[in-house]
């Protein structure tokens, strides 16, 4: 993999010029935000191009504009935006840092060991809202609580997006015991691969490898040539052994409106 391409590519695609519909995409001198059409939900500040003599006033810019439309949201910092010091001023103005991701991308053709696996019969397909329903009462049970937002959000795009959102889950008779999803981003290279979770007594029985291969494969058939990952310190060592490559850390920010 040429690293430098695929983060060349990486920016371009995934940052600088990519929709989030119902999100609206507004690009200003200095950086790429995507607001919500409603108060009720985040926007994101994807991209940035900043400076040591405007950083300060550019975040200030963007506090002041998201506190106008009474939404909060999350700046997406990746560790080689500019200044140096970005995450630091961030948290000094407020903004409250999750936990460090490693970023991770696997060049599909190369994945050879991925898109030969054969898919077991428990892996299912998920095309409907009892589906994401199952899905949610696993994630309730290993978390504890429910993300009735995370629910609503994938009910919403598996009914408007089929194409582009593809979840999977495997089952053990009527329960579904892990799961993870897929969005397919058009008009770009990637796919980015969100969930994969599991249910204790299920682990190590190959749910999370098959869950990672048939994304492989359905990404292969539609044509997506990358996949990405923003990857748990738990996660990551796993899918660098199936072939991922480090990209960049990233770092989300989130400031609250109040």
Request: net charge negative.
């Amino acid at each position: 993999m040429n690293k430098t391409e695929v983060l060349r590519l990486f920016d371009k695609e995934m940052r600088l010029e990519i929709t989030y519909p119902p999100l609206r995409r507004e690009e200003t001198e200095h950086l790429v935000r995507h607001v919500s059409p409603t108060p009720d939900d985040s926007g994101v500040v994807l991209f940035s191009r900043l400076s040591e003599e405007n950083a300060e006033e550019v975040i200030k810019q963007e506090l002041e504009y998201f506190s106008s439309l009474q939404q909060s949201f999350e700046w997406k910092l990746f560790d080689y935006d500019q200044p140096a010091n970005l995450l630091e001023r961030l948290k000094g103005h407020g903004f409250t840092v999750d936990e460090e991701e490693a970023t991770l991308v696997l060049e599909v053709a190369q994945a050879e060991e991925l898109r030969s696996l054969v898919i077991p019969p428990e892996i299912r397909q998920i095309t409907d809202a009892a589906g994401i329903d199952d899905i949610m009462h696993l994630k309730e049970q290993i978390w504890g609580s429910a993300n009735e937002e995370l629910a609503a959000r994938l009910k919403r795009d598996l009914a408007e997006n089929p194409e582009q959102l593809l979840v999977y889950a495997a089952y053990s008779g009527d329960q579904a015991v892990s799961a993870a999803w897929m969005y397919l981003h058009e008009n770009t290279s990637f796919g980015s691969l969100w969930g994969g979770s599991t249910l204790p007594d299920f682990r190590s029985k190959g749910y999370y490898t098959a869950l990672v291969a048939v994304r492989v494969q359905a990404a292969q058939k539609r044509g997506y040539p990358l996949l990405m990952v923003d990857a748990s310190p738990m996660s990551r060592p796993i899918l660098e052994k199936k072939g991922f490559e480090f990209l960049a850390y990233s770092y989300p920010c989130f400031y609250e409106y109040k």
